[in-house]
């Protein structure tokens, strides 16, 4: 089991949940948990900053300009995309006050 926290998580079928973390067994999400925003110390949590996205939307986000909103976005992937999915990565880089795409942005699987 593994435990990722990040600034951001929206991942389908979940809300958006800020300063939460994701527990991954054996590669697939078993649960997206809301701290209520206050990441603590929790034996073997993982930080990243940036924002956790399903790791197929890598195949997509050479669509993105600087500027896009990734919300909308995302939402519309997910739609297309389903809610089945094997992993998870994380976008660095991108603007986390405004949730939108930089020139900046890299994505990395986790």
Do not use: H, S
């Amino acid at each position: 089991m593994r435990k990722i926290a990040a600034n951001y998580i929206c991942l389908p079928g979940f809300p958006l949940v800020k300063n939460g973390y994701v527990i991954l067994e054996q590669g697939r999400v078993k649960d997206v948990v809301d701290t209520g925003g206050r990441i603590r110390e929790i034996q073997g949590l993982e930080f990243y900053g940036g924002l956790i996205v399903a790791a197929y939307v890598a195949a997509y986000q050479g669509r993105l300009e600087e500027g896009d909103l990734l919300l909308p976005w995302l939402d519309e992937i997910y739609r297309r995309g389903g809610k089945e999915y094997q992993g998870v990565g994380i976008w660095e880089g991108a603007d986390l006050l405004k949730l939108t795409w930089t020139n900046k942005t890299k994505f990395r699987l986790l």
